[in-house]
């Protein structure tokens, strides 16, 4: 077999990375199959690096020996503002029967965004008066321009802005993307995209134009009915176009040649919804020779163009579209008939309507929710969010979708449609557009139970309908915000499930900037709002800041990036350092207000704080766990000294632990999550304290009915405390309960994502009474975690996955499992299936292992063995 060519990729970016803000970025590559005897001993890399107008900058080759191909430092010279390069690699076979060097990459192509300093374009807003703050139309600004030459050799559009925008050049919209620039704190970091528009540029006149609506920037946001205006009361888009052509380069950018006009955008709400007035959109708006006269100027607003920076993660997008799995007539809501739309699958996005011709000022309404009640959608639990999207038709039919919102629903109730349709009509001229950051799917389970793959469906789905920029805690009521406590737990089943590097990582940027605000404590979630009158941003609970050690930890266990820990390690060490000083010389963190296991299936809907563990009891775990981290963390960065310091603080901890909750028989920790912490974070003395607190956890899950008993804390843990002190029998008894509460009792509920709560919907099909009740959040699914290490039995034993376990544990009567995960050195494979014989059964174990890693094969029954890269085999005869 001959050595395919190496898959290049640039930093965690997607192809092409345009925009990038690394002046020397990182390179990876994999090769998807080469023979056996196969090893990298060198490589090369190419590069062509090139100015706008086409100037070649360097053109070098550069070899180095060795097998590394993960996040390779960049070769040649530090990228320019706007430069561009295309990179390819090959390597050279070092193996046994090495055949000399292999064949090219195709080429990788990177450019390098702006630096603040490369700014000449200004923030230019609308210069009318917009009127009070509930009745503001989102604006659309223009400006016309002159392309001189001939021909156009290259145009990109730099684009970001104070709420949200979305361009146009010549009457054509500008790239994909949605909701940009996104959230973060603005006035730490405001994200800017860049756009190859070399197509849509053209000699002589043209015309940009853009839309813009409130967004996170100033919208109606938050808690207590929300807040406006939570980072100014303005809205405006900084842009700089630069146009190379063969008679020059030409910048176009904000100024006061723009001219601004109130929208047809009449609402526009990230809670609420759209409402689009088709009456009010000037024709030609954005082409060139649109007559402005009338509109109004621009103001020109300030801006530190410090805070300018390019992403680390991919923008929102259309990602699928759903169509109807049904459509009813039915009363809506308040009782108005209308057209009763099931798209099959709870998610987040927003429809895109077909709708025929009818007299101007006919309104067609869609409103949006998770789940029904009596037919009918059931709306109390979006609270304040109105989820609802309109179109005012100006006589014409039209195909319409909203730009500026996004809706968590599985259901929509149409009101309003023209003529007299039938069920049939509506279903063609509607369907759902799946809306979340457009990550690369890189993992898969399957099984022999059907419910179980569903659960694990159902987690992917939760993950695709949070992770719309930020990771959310939930896409569709009026909350929608980045809990840290969330991604704590659940970080190990994103990385596994989706690339969510990049946009973690960009995430913990904020995390990081909004810790330092204040004071070192990280807020219950990222970015940070107003709280209402619950939630402080002084408030240090466990578990949620602890997202702060936790997150970097996975994605580093997940991508081998060494380079994220170093950033994120002063913000892991000051978490650390503040809760250790909280905790005091007896090392217990016995104060403060805790979550605790929040949300335990105890919890009365009214108090979800009233869970059975002990909340003091999660703290203290908690803080010995992210001091092993940091501990651990700081050895991988050879921070020695830190390395012993934050490895005696765990031990300490966990010792105060064991003395004050375990020693001494506190009934408290005679709870699943308490035994699970202690397990699995280390907590116990010895082999057979920790067999002994699996006996107790098993016996827990046996008297509970094989029922769930853990919330937020305990949940990502307990099959792992089970399975790893022998009680495996157990774990497969609680994965695969339908009693409730439990994951399968969801799906039997017809569950198509995880809930908040594990009675979210309760047994008679009604809801939640709990004012806290979603059906989309992803915390209760990070066992999927468990599923892809255990029960497929696919693990990493170093970072990246250059060497993994495969160590799968069949159990709970499954006959098959699989799992299969991208990792930076491609594909890796785990499949397992019970095959009968005559004389019993044999379990037929079968893994791929990509080129350049290996494998530990720890299959019960055989001898554990080493293998390299190739499909490989084992047969264990079992009676």
Known sequence: MTVTPPVLRVEHHAQPALGVGEDRPRLSWHVDAAHPAYRQGAYEVAWRTTAPDGAVVEEATSVMDGDAQVLVPWPGAPLAPRARAEVRVRTRDGGADGA???????????????????????????????????ARRAPLLRRGFDVPGSTVRSARLHLTAHGLVEAELNGRRVGRDELVPGWTPYD??????AYDVTDLVRPGANALGTWLADGWFRGRYGFDGGHRDLYGAHVGVLAQLEVVTDAGTVVVGGD??????PGPLTRASLYDGETFDARLLPAGWSEPGFDDSAWSPVAVLPLDRAVLAAPDGPPVRCTGELPPVSVTRAPGPDGEDGWLVDFGQNHSGRPRLTVPAAPAGTVVRVRHAEVLQDGTLYTRTLRDA????????????????PRFTVHGYRYAHVTGWPGTPTEKDVAAAIVSRVLHSDMARTGWFASSDPALDRLHENVVWSLRSNFVDIPTDCPQRDERLGWTGDIQAFAPTAAFLYDVHGMLADWLRSLSAEQRRFGGTVPVYVPWIPGGTYWQPTQDIAGWGDAATLVPEALHRDSADRALLERQYASAVTWVDKVAGLAGPDRLWDTGMQLGDWLDPTAPPEDPLRAQTDPHLVATAYLARSARSVAETARTLGRDDDAVRYATLADEVAAAYRKRYVDSGDATHDTQTAHALAIVFDLLDGDDARARAGERLAALVRDGGDTVGTGFAGTPLVTDALSSTGQLDAAYALLLSHASPSWLAMVDLGATTIWERWDSMLADGTVNPGEMTSFNHYALGAVADWLHRVVAGLAPLEPGYRRFRVAPRPGGGLTHASARHVTPYGTAEVAWRVEDRADGTELVVRCVVPVGATAELDVPGAEPTVVGHGEHEVRVRRG
């Open 256 to 261: 006061a040649a723009w001219r601004s006009a």
């Open 188 to 193: 730490d970091r405001l994200r800017v995209y």
């Open 386 to 401: 109105a989820a609802t999207d309109e179109v005012v038709l100006d006589g014409a039919g039209l195909t319409w979708e």
């Open 100 to 134: 000399g060097w292999g064949p090219w990459s195709e080429p990788a192509v990177v450019e390098r965004g702006l630096t603040p300093d490369d700014w000449t374009a200004e923030l230019v807003g609308p210069g009318y008066d917009e009127g009070p703050a509930e």
